[in-house]
């Protein structure tokens, strides 16, 4: 399998960690997944015979008459030809698992867009392992950023393993680990104060040296700070996501 390096892929080719993989998944015969960027199909076709129905969303015209043998494990499946940061989740209504092996290019922005979609019941991605470190951490460390804010905000988010670089081809220069997100209830009070939360987070770590006093005084003066009981001295690694809730809540009443 020629491997295309500008669209990041590395294909998974050790049936061991593939079936550790479909182990942690658990697929159910009810089940409907969507898969993003099945490569040569390796995690595909283990998953694919145990479910309902599946879509596959894959960027590589030349992978598609690849992927067509799945449809003899399962009829009942799509493949999309699209960069999945231009595909419309909504155009799909069932409510759906997700997976992928996801290029470390865009990773990061699959996961902020997959923040906002409603009609997923959970996630498993294998992902750069320094992502999933940067997704899990805690207020007050260096890994804790925009990135750990707005998926912990989404979802309660579970690392599940590292991946040895050695498990694909070709070997990439990383070790991965497999993540699972569970999505939250809606933490918002409505959509406004959802769009409040995503700005307010961007522009704290957009000068994440600076004091909140600093980084946030388009939205906040000292007195707003006081009223809202954070200290404005703080940098916004030493915010949770509680506090980020406080603050744009505050600007959403007021």
Known sequence: MHHKKKLGQHFLVDQNIINKLVKYIAPHQNDIVLEIGPGDGALSKAIIPLIRKFYLIEKDKDLLNELNFLFDENPNGTIINCDILGFDFSSIQEKLRVIGNLPYNIST??????????????????????????????????????????????????????????????KPKVK??????????????????????????KKAFEG???????????????????????????????????????????????
């Open 176 to 201: 991965s680990s497999f993540i699972r997100l569970l999505p939250k209830e809606f933490i918002f009070d409505d959509n406004y104060h959802e769009k409040i939360f995503y700005n307010i987070v």
């Open 109 to 170: 922005e699959i996961i902020f867009m997959i923040c906002k979609i409603r009609n997923i019941t959970d996630i498993h991605f294998m992902l750069q392992k320094e992502v999933v470190d940067r997704i899990i951490s805690n207020p007050n460390t260096k890994t804790y950023g925009r990135l750990s804010v707005m998926t912990q905000a989404y979802f309660y988010t579970t690392k599940l393993f590292d991946i040895s670089e050695n498990v694909f081809m070709p």
């Open 208 to 254: 994440r040296r600076k004091m909140i006093r600093s980084s946030l005084n388009e939205y906040f003066n000292e007195k707003d700070f006081d009223i809202i009981q954070i200290d404005a001295k703080k940098r916004a690694e030493n915010l949770n996501i509680d506090d980020y809730l406080l603050l744009s809540r505050y600007v959403n009443k007021n």
